[in-house]
């Protein structure tokens, strides 16, 4: 069947375009999409062409929508037309490669790959899955309990996600910011304790809201390997442990001694796939919120004016969701 897409053909070009998807087979759901959740940092760096190796031009990205089942195909019991579900990626017949492919009017895929969004989540807010889901994965990993204190560096969606979820097992958190908006968004859902690393002496403060304990967990969660000693420094307390919560391009470069003179543990997360069905009943119950995080929604006409937005790296997007719902 054919559908709509934003394809990009060639480094930073966003078009949208008709695609074709295979046909409905034996255990596939058809599904039209209703929201596609951009994941700025990891899609960015497919598009501009920077990150090779998950696939090549001409590409869909997108790894996360919500929609409602339009079919399925022979076998398949799980769902029925009419149902709410989230995607985490999508099918081509050929033309287009997926990596993802999640920003599409349709999505055809097997029904173990999709899962119900329950009732009290916003589908708009549920298109977002993915980035809490991250978070999520980081919490879990590195075991953040009631008796932690978690600095968080960088409050884009994921490290935002991830203050959400240590402040919900409740972990104090403290997080670093200098961007006003992504401040501003941190303190209203995640923490009170939010520093500016170009105002506040970091060090003092830390060791102040610590009570000169220093942070059990430290998240690395700016997506810039420039600022990584910026946050192992802050490991000075024996057994603390460090997440690396961002994806960094080429080689990282450590301070061992941050890391050998206090015996810390390092956990590397990646995606946040097996979490889905937590982030979609936490939405539901308000254990963790997206809202006001989406600053951006475009229709699917008018998708590839915001991605030439991210192309450009406006960081006045903080969340940015692309509606289908009349494609």
């Known amino acids: 069947m054919k559908a709509k897409a934003v394809v990009f053909r060639e480094a930073s070009r966003p078009a949208l375009e008709e695609v074709v998807l295979p046909e409905l087979g034996a255990g596939k759901v058809l599904v039209k999409i ?85 009732e009290g989540a916003d589908m708009k807010e549920a298109a977002m899955f993915v980035l809490p889901g991250v978070g999520l994965s980081a919490v879990e990993m590195a075991n953040v309990g009631s008796t932690d204190t978690v600095l968080v560096s960088g409050q884009g969606l994921i490290g935002q996600f991830c203050a959400q979820w240590a402040a919900a097992r409740g972990a104090k958190v403290i997080a670093i910011e200098p961007d006003p908006l992504r401040a501003s968004l941190a303190r209203r859902h995640a923490t009170p304790n939010v520093l500016n690393p170009l105002e506040d002496d970091l060090d003092k403060e830390v060791e102040r809201l610590t009570d000169g304990q220093w942070p059990t967990v430290v998240v690395e969660a700016t997506a810039n390997k420039k600022l990584i000693g910026q946050s192992s420094r802050f490991l000075r307390r024996m057994h603390a442990r460090m997440v690396f919560l961002s994806w960094y391009p080429g080689e990282v470069t450590l301070d061992y001694s941050h890391f050998h003179n206090w015996e810390a543990t390092a956990f590397f997360p990646m995606g946040g796939g097996h979490t889905k069905q937590a982030v979609l009943a936490g939405l539901a119950r308000g254990t963790i919120t997206v809202g006001d995080n989406i600053t951006d929604v475009y229709a699917h006409e008018d998708a590839c004016a915001g991605f030439s937005r991210v192309c450009a790296r406006d960081r006045s997007i903080m969340g940015m969701v692309v509606d289908w719902r009349n494609a």
Request: hydrophobic share 40%; net charge negative.
């Open 34 to 118: 209703h929201y596609s959740g951009v994941s700025i940092g990891t899609e960015s760096s497919l598009f501009m062409g920077e990150r090779t190796h998950n696939g090549t031009f001409p590409m869909v990205t997108g790894y996360m929508a919500t929609g409602v089942v339009e079919a399925v195909g022979a076998g398949v019991s799980a769902f029925k037309p009419g149902d709410r579900v989230a995607s985490w990626a999508n099918q081509f017949a050929g033309g287009v490669n997926s990596v993802w492919g999640a920003h599409c009017s349709h999505h055809l895929r097997a029904a173990d790959q999709l899962c119900a969004v329950p």
